[in-house]
């Protein structure tokens, strides 16, 4: 009894090392996708309710306009959609996969550390898991 608690205790210490710095939810790296594409502070990024499959998220910017977006995470790429909500457009737009002018971007989990990189532009962004607490 006992060699079975200590053998399930070292298999979860190990996991939970292992796995320690996955702690990047679908997202979070939505925001940060967001973040980056819009040029705007993760911190202001809300999570919506959805999916983790298809994680909603908004923001609002100083003028009051608020602006939605959807993100698809497979494997280490982000594919995201902006919501349209006026007369002329309303509803979700395309997913920015769809036209070979679109930007590509990916990511990946050092540690603690999120990295999202931008093909257009060819900058990496490093978030840290900090960067999306609430001030």
Known sequence: MINRISIGAIFFLASASIFAGDDFSNFDICKAAISTEMLREVKIM????????????SYMR?????????????????????????????????????????????YKITGDNLILHNSSTGTSINFKKSDFKKP
């Open 62 to 106: 100083s003028d009051g306009d608020k602006f939605r977006y959807q993100c698809k995470i497979n494997q280490n790429r982000i594919v995201w959609r902006g919501y349209f909500k006026n007369p002329t457009q309303k509803g979700w737009g395309r997913w920015r996969d769809t036209d070979p002018n679109d930007s590509v971007l990916t």
């Open 46 to 57: 809300k999570t919506l309710k959805s999916s983790e499959e298809l994680p909603e998220i």
